[in-house]
């Protein structure tokens, strides 16, 4: 008997021949607001629909409360654990340590050991309760997804037949199906980074203080058009549209199954913003079109290669006086390479076992250099966009 799975992968190929870039299809949107077929069983808290039932809340709530425990009280036992075991061996808990001799010293220590795998459990109990319920759901919630894509405000492009790059193919933070591989990516990866985020963005909070903190053109400060790469679920397109209301906003992704579910979520919000699968790096806009581009820990989440081409790529599709304000863990300074022997240790077991591929690739990129190559005008202390996000570059197209 054929169920909607099925018929899902069997119709693939067609959907894909309807929809190459380019030329790929554009849904027209109607009324802006809430869409038949929208499913809130349990209502919303503010901005956030809450999940489907008081036992899977509940549970999330949990691994959130036991998450911070893990990144504060644990995290600050192991950081003393590490000076006391540095001592013992006769070294300066501060003084400059290699990332070799600190793993020799410290892996086989039970409390760091119990801080490791504590963390990872954690991870991988969020993403397996969220895609439990919506694969377990899933004629449910694909259902409320196909009424979103034609509903509006805002429109969404499609293009299941584009070729991914490799360094997409990646389960990055450990959540299954990464952001290409699974249909309900948007969902876990929204509901995912609410838990990491420890109850500090269910109404968007970190998202919306970004969107403040970028700066409109200095010479004119004129905001027609903006471009979100890597948008994810769409949580800072959304306020960036809210910043600029007068503004025409893209948030463009590699992740088809994100695209879509910012557009769901956009449209429930009644915010009229557009949304495309495409890449960072071949955005398919024209030279000149946008007065900002922007984007939030993406750079940190791609190759070397991908990365200079993603900053090539925004310095061509911006107008000359146009902005260009890359968010992300650093951008430039010396915080991307910790010296300490626990701060070392916990970077490169993020890498690894974490699943942060990239990242390694990521701290050796000269920003500035790459920026300034492509032809920017470099602020090195543009404004902070969040205190942990200290020191963040800031491009202008030459005019």
């Not at 809130?40 to 409360?65: A, K, N």
């Not at 991988?124 to 919630?141: I, K, P, S, V």
């Not at 430039?332 to 890498?351: C, D, I, M, N, S």
């Amino acid at each position: 008997m054929f169920n909607r799975r099925t018929l899902l992968s069997a119709s693939a190929a067609t959907v894909a021949a309807a929809a190459l870039l380019p030329g790929a299809k554009v849904y027209a949107r109607g009324k802006a607001g809430s869409f038949p077929g929208d499913i809130e069983p349990r209502g919303t808290v503010g901005r956030v629909e809450r999940l489907p039932r008081l036992d899977l809340e509940s549970q999330q709530d949990f691994l959130t409360g036991l998450r911070g425990w893990v990144n504060k009280d644990l995290t600050k036992v192991c950081q003393d654990r590490t000076a006391r075991i540095l001592e013992k061996n006769g070294l300066d808990p501060k003084a400059d340590i290699s990332l070799e001799r600190a793993l020799e010293l410290l892996k086989d220590d039970p409390i760091l050991g119990t801080r490791w795998r504590t963390w990872i459990s954690l991870q991988q109990a969020t993403w397996r309760q969220l895609l439990d319920e919506f694969h377990g759901n899933y004629d449910r919630y694909m259902s409320e997804m196909e009424a979103a894509d034609k509903a509006g405000p805002g429109t969404l492009e499609l293009n299941p037949g584009m070729k991914l790059p490799d360094y997409t193919r990646h389960e990055i933070h450990l959540q299954p199906g990464g952001y290409v591989g699974d249909p309900f990516a948007g969902h876990v990866y929204h509901y995912g980074t609410n838990n990491f985020f420890a109850d500090r963005n269910n109404q968007d909070e970190l998202h919306i203080e970004q969107a403040r903190a970028i700066p409109p053109p200095p010479a004119d400060g004129k905001v027609r058009r903006i471009l979100d790469m890597g948008c994810s679920c769409g949580q800072m397109t959304v306020a960036l549209k809210e910043r600029f209301p007068d503004a025409e906003v893209w948030g463009i992704d590699v992740g088809g199954p994100m695209v879509r579910y910012a557009h769901m979520r956009a449209v429930d919000l009644g915010v009229d913003v557009n949304f495309a699968q495409r890449l960072a790096e071949d955005t398919k806009f024209p030279d000149g079109h946008f007065d900002i581009v922007t984007s939030f820990i993406l750079h940190h989440e791609v190759s070397t290669e991908a990365s200079k081409k993603i900053i090539r790529e925004a310095h061509r599709v911006l107008r000359p006086g146009g902005v260009f304000y890359p968010i992300d863990f650093f951008t430039h300074g010396e915080l991307a390479h910790p010296k300490q022997a626990f701060e070392r240790v916990r970077y490169w077991w993020t890498h690894r076992w974490n699943h942060e591929v990239w990242y390694y690739d990521y701290v050796n990129v000269d920003y500035l250099g790459e920026m300034s190559k492509a032809g920017f005008i470099v602020d090195q202390n543009g404004p902070p966009a969040r205190s942990v996000y200290k020191v963040n570059l800031m491009g202008v197209k030459r005019v």
